[in-house]
């Protein structure tokens, strides 16, 4: 296989969901995550326990919406916005801006220390 050719993998189970193809036929790692897009398997698998995984996101120095290798999930129906509802249709996940998301992950957190003690 060519290094500009990899498989890519599905970030929740890590399994194969197709292939990646370098636009400018640069060196991929192997495999590699194209997108948190999920795998059909997981995608019917989050629908039918009702949650969205949400991915931390940022802009790189040249502009570009990255992903952050962090992510959590929330209630599909905590989702009220026509056009998150529409990009959790769509792709099966939702983006937020790091600091939010890390804003809400310390929020998660603090409501399960509560719940423990």
């Not at 991915?55 to 992903?67: A, C, H, M, N």
């Not at 999930?73 to 056009?83: A, C, G, K, L, S």
């Amino acid at each position: 296989m060519n290094d500009f050719v990899a498989l890519d993998i599905c970030p929740y189970c890590n399994q194969p969901k197709g292939i990646a193809i370098h636009k400018n036929l640069k060196k991929l790692p192997q495999p590699c995550m194209t997108s948190p897009e999920p795998c059909d398997n997981c995608r019917a698998s989050f629908v039918k326990a009702g949650v969205v995984p949400v991915w931390s996101t940022f802009i790189d120095d040249k502009g570009k919406l990255q992903f952050n290798n962090e992510y959590f999930f929330i209630r599909r129906e905590t989702v009220r916005t026509t056009d998150l509802i529409n990009m959790m249709n769509d792709y099966g996940f939702l983006v937020m801006k790091e600091e939010e998301f890390e804003k809400h992950k310390r929020n998660m957190e603090t409501q399960k220390e509560r719940i423990q003690a």
